[in-house]
C-alpha cells in the first residue's frame, strides 16, 4: 500500500513552514476549478480523520488563498469563496461537526509562501487549515 499524498507535504512542512498547515491548491482542486478532484477528497477525508483526534473539539478556518492575476475582474474572489466551501462541505462529509468550521477567502498579491525546492507560484493558490482553539 502505498503512502498518504499528505504524507510527503507534512514532511516538507516540517523544514519549510512548521507552524502552518498550508496545502497548494493543486493538492485539492485541479486548474481554476472550484470542484475538488477525488484525490483531493481522499486527503480531506484524512485530514478529518487526523483532527478527530488530534484537535477533537477545536474550531477549524479553512483559508483559501488566489492571487489576483486581474484584480478587477472579482475572479480571485470568486474562486477563495467557492474553493473555501467546496473544502469545509467535504470536511463535513468525512464527519466534522459543520459548527467546528468556519471559512475566510483571502486574495492576495504574491504567493502564501515559497518553497525553494517545487515551483515559485506552486502557492499563489493555497488552503490553510488553522485551529482557533487548541
Not at 512542512?13 to 496545502?23: G, K
Not at 487526523?50 to 484537535?55: G, I, T
Not at 486574495?107 to 502564501?112: E, K, L, S
Request: proline share 9%.
Amino acid at each position: 500500500m502505498g503512502l498518504w499524498p499528505g504524507a510527503e507535504h507534512y514532511k516538507r512542512r516540517a523544514a519549510i513552514h512548521p507552524s502552518r498547515d498550508i496545502f497548494p491548491a493543486d493538492v485539492f482542486f485541479p486548474g481554476d476549478a472550484v470542484k475538488m478532484c477525488p484525490t483531493g477528497v481522499s486527503v480531506v477525508e484524512e485530514i478529518a480523520r487526523m483532527n478527530e483526534f488530534r484537535l477533537p473539539y477545536s474550531r477549524i478556518v479553512i483559508a483559501s488563498y488566489a492571487k489576483a492575476v486581474s484584480p478587477e475582474s472579482g475572479y480571485a474572489e470568486h474562486l477563495t469563496e467557492e474553493r473555501a466551501k467546496e473544502f469545509v462541505n467535504q470536511l463535513v462529509r468525512a464527519g466534522i461537526e459543520p459548527r467546528r468550521l468556519e471559512t475566510r477567502d483571502i486574495v492576495v498579491d504574491a504567493p502564501v509562501l515559497i518553497d525553494p525546492f517545487d515551483d515559485p507560484t506552486r502557492y499563489d493558490q493555497a488552503i490553510e487549515i488553522i485551529p482557533i482553539d487548541r
